[in-house]
């Protein structure tokens, strides 16, 4: 950790958005989606550089990277942010200009979104307060996530309201191991 001040790191059914929807029975199942990329970065705003598999640490993260370290930028509030997810379909959206928010459409890489896993065939927003499974490693799901300013800047791009409501998802890390593309995803509980 080189900042001053270590962040505020909650267990994902613990943050307001996990602990209310795991009471609520619900939500899109009997699906199976897939591991497409993993990123990592070693420190806030750093390059994410993708990787061929990744290390899974309960209650830390993904080996090497930002929030593993203690190294990424994070809000003054309790936060669960152990491994950032995000669905392909919302990328595949955003190239095709859905929805036309701005002048045309916009291409944006599994890199560029700053999440670690990028995934296909994952309701994503369904999987707060849930379980899953990614390979061998089993998530719980924390809260969405909300696009930021700062991406728009990093990037260059007008993306904060076309990833408004599909910017991912925040998980905590309950059992580890090695993830790689394309190992399934599927929902547990």
Partial sequence: MTGETAPRMVEAFAHAA????VRVPGGAAGWVGSLTHIHIAPAASYEMEE???AVCVAGRGIEGDRYFLGTGTYSPK???REVTLIE???LDALNRNDPPLQEGPLRLLPGDHRRN???RGVPLNHLVGRRFRVGAVILRGGRLNFPCRYLEELLGMPVYLPLYNRSGLNCGIESGGVIRPGDAIALLD
């Fill in 78 to 80: 309790p936060d669960v």
């Fill in 51 to 53: 990787v061929s598999e």
């Fill in 88 to 90: 392909q379909e919302a």
């Fill in 18 to 21: 996990g602990s209310a929807a």
């Fill in 117 to 119: 896993l990028t995934v």
